[in-house]
T-cell receptor, first 113, second 114 residues
Framework: KNQVEQSPQSLIILEGKNCTLQ??????????LRWYKQDTGRGPVSLTI?????NTKSNGRYTATLDADTKQSSLHITASQLSDSASYIC????????????FGTGTRLKVLA | SAVISQKPSRDICQRGTSLTIQCQVD?????MFWYRQQPGQSLTLIAT?????????ESGFVIDKFPISRPNLTFSTLTVSNMSPEDSSIYLC???????????FGQGTRLTVV
């Protein structure tokens, strides 16, 4: 069964601290993996995308890693800011005739001043 | 990127009524999707909106409850019919851009059924 699981479910950190969010997937056939940020009441916005052959991808203070062997990905946020408070969703794309997204359950991050 | 305008952004509706949500894209796209995001949950695909033909629904979703229109390559509507409180959710429109192999999402419609 195609599944994407994320941990932790929620996380509270102080402003300026770093944090790492985890994503494990059992999806086939794998096309790519994305991390999305979803602010409360808004649609998800893409942060990074990684294909099977990529191990790491950065977007400013966001760095995503991918281990295709263990089917794990992480999103590392450096020097967190209050505006980082949001839900972070790991999404795996499968291509079996057409593109399909498998969404993770999300991690709700709260950054405190 | 794709600019997606979704409206209304939120609504409070009486049970038994219907609400139509509109999704307008700033350029032609082949693939458009409708998702539901229940409180505290991740996104669930309702259906793929096909231009010129009937939408393709995912398991658990039916056309009578969620009729979808796709009259052209830039516009789609989703109707939530005969609403009940269980339909209270965020509904999101999404488009797929082949060039970047990426999905873009609208701002969402927060629906509350009372």
């Amino acid at each position: 069964k195609n599944q994407v699981e994320q941990s932790p479910q929620s996380l509270i950190i102080l402003e300026g601290k770093n944090c790492t969010l985890q994503c494990n997937y059992t999806v086939s056939p794998f096309s790519n993996l994305r991390w999305y940020k979803q602010d409360t009441g808004r649609g998800p916005v893409s942060l990074t995308i990684m294909t099977f052959s990529e191990n790491t991808k950065s977007n400013g203070r966001y760095t995503a890693t991918l281990d295709a062997d263990t089917k794990q990905s992480s999103l590392h946020i450096t020097a967190s800011q209050l505006s980082d408070s949001a839900s972070y969703i790991c999404v795996v794309t499968i291509t079996s005739g057409t593109y399909k997204y498998i969404f993770g359950t999300g991690t709700r991050l709260k950054v405190l001043a | 990127s794709a600019v997606i305008s979704q409206k209304p952004s939120r609504d409070i509706c009486q049970r038994g009524t219907s609400l139509t949500i509109q999704c307008q894209v700033d350029s032609q796209v082949t693939m458009m999707f409708w998702y539901r995001q229940q409180p505290g949950q991740s996104l669930t695909l309702i259906a793929t909106a096909n231009q010129g033909s009937e939408a393709t629904y995912e398991s658990g979703f039916v056309i009578d409850k969620f009729p979808i229109s796709r009259p052209n390559l830039t516009f789609s509507t989703l109707t939530v019919s005969n609403m009940s409180p269980e339909d209270s959710s965020i509904y999101l429109c999404s488009v797929w851009r082949h060039v970047s192999a990426e999905a873009f999402f609208g701002q969402g419609t927060r629906l509350t059924v009372v």
